[in-house]
């Protein structure tokens, strides 16, 4: 069973950048497909971006596209998302998630997902 810790969130301007990182332990991260998703007070856990076990597959929120970017290092079992371009709308915990799949599946679906981090605090300042 995995266990994720995500990291890195925080408070910025509209406009600028965070990463995130997602570290996973209690298993290898090359058996899962990994997701971020988010959420704001008040509302329902969205969809921010996916990559499959491999990374050669990696979808996105059309909400986020062209400004995020997901991705993995299976060797040091982290996941990342590249935050550019950041607006206040962007405010919300994020989460990092992991389900078991195919090398090239994509889970873009918070039911489909067993395991969840804690979440990271993400916060823009317009």
């Known amino acids: 069973q995995v266990q994720l810790v995500e990291s890195g969130g925080g408070l910025v301007q509209a406009g600028g950048s965070l990463k995130l990182s997602c570290a996973a332990s209690?298993?290898?991260?090359?058996?899962?497909?990994m997701g971020w998703f988010r959420q704001a007070p008040g509302e329902d856990r969205e969809f921010v971006g996916a990559?499959?076990?491999?990374?050669?597959?990696?979808a996105y929120a059309d909400s986020v596209k062209g400004r995020f970017t997901v991705s993995r290092n299976n060797d040091k079992n982290t996941v990342s998302l590249e935050m550019n371009s950041l607006k206040p709308e962007d405010t919300a915990v994020y989460y990092c998630?992991?389900?078991?799949?195919?090398?090239?599946?994509?889970?873009?679906?918070?039911?489909?997902?067993?395991?969840w981090g804690q979440g990271t605090q993400v916060t823009v300042s317009s």
């Open positions: 990559i499959s076990r491999g990374g050669g597959y990696t």
């Open positions: 998630a992991a389900q078991t799949g195919s090398r090239s599946e994509v889970i873009v679906t918070t039911k489909q997902y067993n395991y």
């Open positions: 209690g298993s290898s991260i090359s058996y899962y497909a």
